[in-house]
T-cell receptor, first 111, second 115 residues
Framework: KQEVTQIPAALSVPEGENLVLNCSFT??????LQWFRQDPGKGLTSLLL?????REQTSGRLNASLDKSSGRSTLYIAASQPGDSATYLC??????????FGSGTQLTVLP | AAGVIQSPRHLIKEKRETATLKCYPI?????VYWYQQGPGQDPQFLIS???????DKGSIPDRFSAQQFSDYHSELNMSSLELGDSALYFC??????????????FGPGTRLLVL
């Protein structure tokens, strides 16, 4: 059974810092990995999707990498802003044809 | 751009009552997924539909059922509600192109509170 772990569980940084969120998964037989943002009590906003054949994806200040063989992904956020404060979830799509989510990293960017 | 629509956004029910949640996928998306997110937990997959047929089943209780209609909207029916059913219920939609799983787009969720 696929298990997804995210470290750290919570992170607090001053505005302007670059930061890295980590995601690991136990079954490397995945089709893609998706990073989401969730604001408190709100829905999930898809940030980036990386297909299994890709190594990374970029969108604005966000860059996500995927190392399928080692079961790891990172989300890099450049020049963080208070508006980036949210919970970031990674989820993998595998042979079970469902998204398996990690528990998320709760990010706080201090002004 | 059109997004996934869910209704109602909030729902309060009492134990043993029934509830019906609705999901309207993004136009031309052929796949719908339902997820349940309990307080402080990560979303858990319940069930999915592809082209109006059930595709995959996750941790959906027997008290719950779902279907996808001819216009591709989906409904999640929940009976004999329990306190533990209180959660945020998400619907997501996507399209399958040449067998490749595309990005899932999530709706805003329905917050269900069972008293």
């Amino acid at each position: 059974k696929q298990e997804v772990t995210q470290i750290p569980a919570a992170l607090s940084v001053p505005e302007g810092e670059n930061l890295v969120l980590n995601c690991s998964f136990t079954d490397s037989a995945i089709y893609n990995l998706q990073w989401f943002r969730q604001d408190p009590g709100k829905g999930l906003t898809s940030l980036l999707l990386i297909q299994s054949s890709q190594r990374e994806q970029t969108s604005g200040r966000l860059n996500a990498s995927l190392d399928k063989s080692s079961g790891r992904s990172t989300l890099y956020i450049a020049a963080s802003q208070p508006g980036d404060s949210a919970t970031y979830l990674c989820a993998v799509w595998g042979s079970a044809r469902q998204l398996t989510f990690g528990s998320g990293t709760q990010l706080t960017v201090l002004p | 751009a059109a997004g996934v629509i869910q209704s109602p956004r909030h729902l309060i029910k009492e134990k043993r009552e029934t509830a019906t949640l609705k999901c309207y996928p993004i136009p031309r998306h052929d796949t719908v997924y339902w997820y349940q997110q309990g307080p402080g937990q990560d979303p858990q997959f319940l069930i999915s539909f592809y082209e109006k047929m059930q595709s995959d089943k996750g941790s959906i209780p027997d008290r719950f059922s779902a279907q996808q209609f001819s216009d591709y909207h989906s409904e999640l029916n929940m009976s004999s509600l329990e306190l533990g059913d209180s959660a945020l219920y998400f619907c997501a939609s996507s399209s399958r192109l040449a067998g490749i799983q595309e990005t899932q787009y999530f709706g805003p969720g329905t917050r269900l509170l069972v008293l």
